[in-house]
Every structure is written in C-alpha cells, then in structure tokens.
C-alpha cells in the first residue's frame, strides 16, 4: 500500500496529533516548566512520479547546534513571525529556497523540547513539486528527499532504551543511503509513524 496525499490529509483531519514515547522525552524532561526558546520545522510532503516523497536537509558542519545532522527545515522562532507556521515557512525559505505560494500547510505535531533548550514545533505541509532548491551554504550543506513509504515504515526505524540517572531512554535512527536520521528529526519521524498509519505490524 502506498501512501497518498488523501491519507495523509485524512489523518490529520480526523485524528489528534500523535504524541511521542515518554521514554524518548525522558532526556528533556528536566526542561518542564522552563522558558525555552521556541522554533519550528517543516515537514514537507513532495508528489513525484514514484510517489510521495519528504524534504530533508543535512546541517552545515560550523553550526552550533548539531551541525552535520540531517533535520527538517527550520529554526527559532522570531519576534516578527506572526505563528510557528509563519516561522516554519520563513525558515524552509531561507535554508533551501521553498516560497511560501509553494508549500500547502496541513497541521502540525505536538512541540518537542530539545537538549538544546529549544520548543520545536513540527510543520506538516506539502511542497510544489517543480521548487528548485536554493541552498544557504552558512546553514544548509545539502538538501536532498527520502520516498515517505520508505520513511513511515516501521521496519525502517530503529530504536533503543538504555538507562541513565535511574531514567530510561528510548533513541530511534533511520539509515537511508549515505544519510543517518537521528536525534529529534528521527523522533519527529516516530510520531508521524503514529499519526500516519498505512502499515499494518504484519506489513
């Protein structure tokens, strides 16, 4: 079964937003109840001719925050944003060239604090097939997509507990080619397993 622009509407339209594993948020929950900086991701949905497919893009390397890691489009929050889907646009803009007339906003995923101190909001939208990817070499080192039946299937996403501080914490990675999917992009990908639902435990 492959999935379709009509799923994919129709769960978020008639579900409520996924929430993650407590154990995957077990890292930040030390966080709870601070002021954190707030941000947004988008989460872009591409139709090509072999299906849909999702945007990723691999950080520059000289970032400060997690840089080489691959993530969604995105960052904080400011002041002039109107939302965090105003933010999440701004952002996919500026890092790879997507216009606001090119992307088509679905809803969202709860937010998800990070080590970093930030609130991430997860943007779902779908993107033009005909953007052309402009790259900010000073944030962005590569775009590239990954076909979404690949992505939301579970077999494809690996995951790990182990203990720390008398806590347990739950990891997930994705290896897609050369790409490793990690960290809150790879939970952020969880979540949208849940929220998406095309795959049967026995697909």
Known sequence: MHLTRTTILRDFQLRQPSDYTLESLSRTKHL???KLRKAAVLVAFVERSTGLNVIFTKRAAHLKHHPSQVSFPGGKCERWDSSVYATAIREAHE????TQHQVE??????ELNTVSHFSVTPVVAFASPDYQATIDPNEVEEVFEV???YLLHPRNLHHATFALKNARHRVF??????HF???????????LQKQIQIYTASS
Do not use: F, K, N
């Open 147 to 149: 076909p979404a039946d």
């Open 32 to 34: 709870s109840g601070q």
């Open 105 to 110: 906003l679905i809803g969202s995923l709860p």
């Open 95 to 98: 890092e790879i060239g997507l």
């Open 173 to 178: 990675a994705i290896p897609y080619q050369r």
């Open 181 to 191: 999917i990690w960290g809150m992009t790879a939970q952020i990908v969880h979540a």
